[in-house]
């Protein structure tokens, strides 16, 4: 299971301590940074479809936009289940504040559960690029998406996601002085960070809102 991932009690990766010790070691920003989180930790969401199902919420709209959305969403759908979305149809879904295409996504995602077209009891088995391409197969998940599932559910240390906006900008700020960043750029700051590619990239996200993110 993914959750064994995480420390018992305290949900705390099992990775994160030797992951924190090691960016501190090797990459002079990150000494800066961590350091300024305390005890602060990567949250994992142990629901599969309710992870994939709050990113798509969230695609390409803001923080606090994608939160008042998502309360709203979890008010005709408190369970998050599979079949109280696909009972609730799309003039429902889009009620709640999402677009017609993204309550599209959400009923799309919801069929292949309950159709058992994904195999989420396998995930937490497979290897990162495995999961991404089982995932992409679905409207609305993307290789982003598909990434972030990957740290905030199966959790895995490694991941990299070149297409997040608040990573970019965290690159930018930390390590170019605010200048725009390529993809070429992220790359070779990132390669210092391997294999905790997930860890660096969560205390850049806080550099930019301390407040944590759970999808």
């Not at 990775?15 to 070691?25: G, P, S, T, V």
């Not at 609305?140 to 906006?165: Q, Y």
């Not at 210092?192 to 990239?201: Q, S």
């Amino acid at each position: 299971m993914a959750t064994s991932l995480q420390a018992a009690g305290r949900g705390v990766p099992v990775y994160w301590h030797d992951a924190k010790e090691e960016l501190m070691k090797r990459d002079r920003i990150m000494r800066k940074l961590i350091p300024q989180f305390g005890d602060m930790h990567l949250i994992g969401r142990s629901e599969a479809f309710n992870t994939l199902a709050r990113s798509i919420v969230s695609q390409q709209i803001s923080v606090k936009a994608a939160e008042a959305v998502w309360q709203r969403f979890l008010e005709e759908c408190p369970k998050c289940t599979p079949a109280q979305v696909i009972k609730a149809g799309p003039e429902k879904l889009a009620a709640c504040g999402l677009s017609k295409r993204k309550a599209e996504y959400v009923l799309d995602l919801a069929e292949h559960f309950k159709a058992k077209r994904v195999h989420a009891d396998k995930w937490s088995d497979m290897e990162d690029e495995e999961v991404i391409s089982e995932l992409i197969q679905i409207r609305g998940i993307g290789r982003w998406t598909a990434e972030m599932f990957l740290i905030f559910n199966l959790l895995r240390p490694n991941i990299l996601p070149l297409d997040d906006a608040g990573l970019l900008k965290g690159i930018s700020i930390n390590y170019f002085s605010g200048e725009p960043v390529t993809r070429s750029d992220v790359r070779e700051v990132a390669a210092n960070w391997e294999p905790w590619r997930t860890v660096a990239t969560w205390y850049l996200w806080r550099s930019l809102d301390a407040a944590p993110v759970v999808y």
